[in-house]
Nanobody, 125 residues
Framework: QLQLVESGGGLVQPGGSLRLSCAVSGFTLNSYAIGWFRQTPGKEREGVSCISNGGSITNYADSVKGRFTISGDNAKNTVYLQMNNLKPEDTAVYYC??????????????????WGQGTQVTVSS
């Protein structure tokens, strides 16, 4: 059964760090790209970052470039999102998702078909 499970969210002060994990099952990271997205109440879900199958390509939203890093561990079938220098505007529910395509990497929502349940990230003093 294909599944994605996020973890690692929580409450952090501005300037702090968190590492989100996305554990996948039912497929391998070498098969499909994985994306991270976030959503706040009343707003559309937005793409944050993605990593291609095999990890050779990564992309980031302009708002997180230089602060967030996406990586994958094929042995653990897990994708990570390291978030540094967090800002209050990073507060959101973060989701990971599996791409429908086997190559490339984009945070376009239409590329993704399976989603995790989300993990809450709150940046506040």
């Amino acid at each position: 059964q294909l599944q994605l499970v996020e973890s690692g969210g929580g409450l952090v002060q501005p300037g702090g760090s968190l590492r989100l994990s996305c554990a996948v099952s039912g497929f391998t990271l070498n098969s499909y790209a994985i994306g991270w997205f976030r959503q706040t109440p009343g707003k559309e879900r937005e793409g944050v970052s993605c990593i291609s199958n095999g990890g050779s390509i990564t992309n980031y939203a302009d708002s997180v470039k230089g602060r967030f890093t996406i990586s994958g561990d094929n042995a653990k079938n897990t994708v990570y999102l390291q978030m540094n220098n967090l800002k209050p505007e990073d507060t959101a529910v973060y989701y990971c998702a599996k791409s429908i395509h086997r190559v490339g990497c984009t945070t376009r929502l239409s590329w993704y078909d399976y989603w995790g349940q989300g993990t809450q990230v709150t940046v506040s003093s």
